[in-house]
């Protein structure tokens, strides 16, 4: 069985293209031979998109507030447009959580949060021989992969079985079987990163029992 892995990277928790190529391999005839292989890589987000730090959040909600340009500019000291920044104008402008993070100093990496570093990890085990008159081959994969983004993973097995014969002088036969079981958990694909960069820097994913906060 020869696989090869089409780049940037092999069928994966992402669904990411790959080819694998099959050939008819059998033993050779007085020749037992065993082989095992294993792959061991690292995998990283290669790229984070920008987004604000908790401080530049804040000074742009605070100057959206105060655009002129509006129908009605809203943060407001003492009831005049202000740029100065104060409580009255801070209440309008913020959510009540926003407001209780910022007080508190507390703050949220969402891409971090949700990011991890992944693995793949792939054995490889073939046994071949046989006689003058029948010769096999059999072979197992086991591949684990998990993903850079929490809960997507992917897990495969296959096993492969070559086995000719020579029933008579003028007559041989043959054949093969492969079995694959494989298993994907895509997670919650890109939705998952993609709330993760609309939520507020200014929050907590964790309430002070642990539990996770719903919607942010």
């Known amino acids: 069985v020869a696989k090869v892995a089409w780049p940037p990277a092999p069928p994966g928790p992402r669904g990411a293209k790959g080819v694998v190529?099959?050939?008819s391999t059998t033993g050779k005839a007085g020749q037992h031979r065993t082989t095992y292989g294993r792959y061991v890589g690292a995998q990283k987000?290669?790229?984070?998109?920008?987004?604000f730090v908790p401080e530049g959040y804040a000074s742009y909600r605070r100057e959206a507030y105060r655009n002129p340009n509006t129908s009605a500019a809203l943060y407001k000291c003492g009831g005049v447009v202000s740029q100065t920044?104060?409580?009255?104008?801070?209440?309008?402008?913020?959510?009540?959580?926003?407001?209780?993070?910022?007080?508190?100093?507390?703050s949220t990496d969402w891409q971090n949060l949700i990011t991890r570093q992944g693995s793949q990890v792939s054995h490889q085990l073939s046994v071949t021989g046989g006689n003058d008159r029948n010769q096999f081959a059999v072979s197992?994969?086991?591949?684990?992969?998990?993903?850079?983004?929490?809960?997507?993973?992917?897990?495969?097995?296959?096993m492969r079985v070559n086995y000719e014969g020579q029933a008579t002088?003028?007559?041989?036969?043959?054949?093969?079987?492969?079995?694959?079981?494989?298993?994907?958990?895509p997670g919650r694909g890109d939705g998952l990163y993609g709330e993760a960069l609309a939520d507020t820097p200014l929050s907590v994913p964790y309430d002070s029992?642990?539990?996770?906060?719903?919607?942010p």
């Open 21 to 23: 190529l099959v050939t």
């Open 45 to 51: 987000v290669a790229r984070r998109v920008d987004v």
């Open 85 to 106: 920044d104060c409580p009255e104008g801070d209440a309008i402008t913020f959510y009540q959580e926003e407001l209780a993070a910022m007080k508190a100093g507390a």
């Open 140 to 158: 197992g994969n086991l591949l684990k992969q998990i993903g850079t983004t929490l809960r997507q993973a992917y897990d495969r097995k296959s």
């Open 169 to 185: 002088n003028r007559f041989r036969a043959g054949g093969s079987a492969l079995l694959v079981r494989s298993l994907q958990n």
């Open 209 to 215: 029992l642990g539990n996770i906060v719903f919607k």
